[in-house]
């Protein structure tokens, strides 16, 4: 229909933001772009994460590819993954891999010398920028050395094996960048989820002809805090209507005891509430920007895509035209 506009100003609403959690609202959008977002978040916003492993000694229990493989889940900070190139598309180091711009190495040379078994962990990697390095890197320093037990902070950070007495590992990695739908090794979010906003509406008139023994067992048969009593007016009230989780259970028990209609749930379908946990490479608020700029990116080529299409049925039909005037 010429004239008539489909374009949707959505708006975000930041409810609670910690580092690695968050919680916001995304209003005046659809179902479609809800999803979108969700998963990007989690299968393409880029992280960087050990893909290459170079072992030169290791007389551990564990062999060579299960220390590859823990080695590529260690979570390391992942700031710079914007700036990085993949490695597929460098062109510094014909695509090898193995060059400042795309990838970052790290090495481990430990040696049990004593009779307690040591533990190797990711604190034990050596990373050569600084900026990338693993999320508990930091773990430890904060402790007073006087009161706190050494061998305790060296302790902190993920283990990587267990070495006894004369047992070594000497190791070189490359960490690259990439995304969570090559390998879950990449994907920077623990969890992401959005569920539509409910709208509640209780029937006042209806729910009066209750007693207070009704409202009681109305209100619990609800599996979580949704509503409650009020003391004083002994009305029901909606506590805390994000935490229905559209089980129907007050429907049903409406209906149970003769009185549907009770109460209408529904959701509103341009109304979401996100809740985005990091894994600690990025924090959970750069973890929803670069997820938008990824999805900005995404339709901006589908926009370029369609111009071009366009273009080119309109060159074809001018040259068809063409063809018919010689």
Not at 60 to 88: C, Q, T, W, Y
Not at 234 to 261: C, R
Request: charged share 30%; proline share 4%; glycine share 6%.
């Amino acid at each position: 229909m010429v004239g008539v506009s489909y374009q949707r100003f959505p708006t975000v609403k930041i409810r609670e933001m910690k580092d690695e959690y968050m919680k916001f609202e995304l209003r005046d959008t659809d179902a479609s772009i809800a999803n979108a977002l969700r998963r990007v978040m989690i299968a393409e916003v880029p992280t960087i994460a050990i893909d290459l492993v170079e072992i030169m000694s290791n007389s551990s229990v564990l062999n060579d590819e299960f220390i590859s493989h823990r080695l590529g889940l260690i979570p390391l900070v992942s700031k710079k993954a914007m700036e990085m190139r993949f490695s597929r598309d460098c062109d510094a180091c014909d695509g090898d891999g193995q060059c400042q711009y795309c990838s970052v190495e790290f090495c481990l040379n430990v040696r049990c010398e004593g009779d307690q078994t040591l533990d190797v962990t990711s604190g034990d990697l050596r990373s050569f920028d600084p900026m990338v390095m693993p999320v508990d890197a930091n773990i430890g320093k904060d402790f007073d050395e006087d009161s706190v037990d050494p061998s305790i902070q060296k302790k902190s950070g993920i283990i990587i094996v267990k070495l006894r007495r004369g047992q070594e590992l000497n190791l070189r990695a490359i960490a690259r960048k990439g995304i969570g739908k090559d390998h879950a090794k990449w994907s920077p979010a623990a969890t992401v989820t959005f569920m539509y906003q409910p709208e509640i509406h209780i029937n006042e008139q209806l729910m009066e002809t209750l007693t207070l023994d009704e409202k009681e067992d109305w209100v619990e048969s609800s599996p979580t805090k949704v509503f409650d009593i009020d003391p004083k007016t002994h009305q029901v009230v909606v506590v805390d209507p994000e935490a229905y989780t559209y089980d129907d259970e007050v429907i049903k028990k409406s209906e149970a005891i003769g009185k549907p209609g009770l109460v209408e749930i529904y959701p509103l379908e341009d109304s979401f509430i996100f809740t985005v946990e990091s894994t600690g490479v990025i924090s959970a608020y750069q973890l929803v920007i670069n997820a938008l700029e990824i999805l900005k990116q995404k339709l901006d080529a589908v926009r370029l895509s369609d111009d071009a299409q366009e273009n080119d049925e309109q060159f074809g039909e001018l040259r068809q035209h063409l063809g018919g005037v010689l």
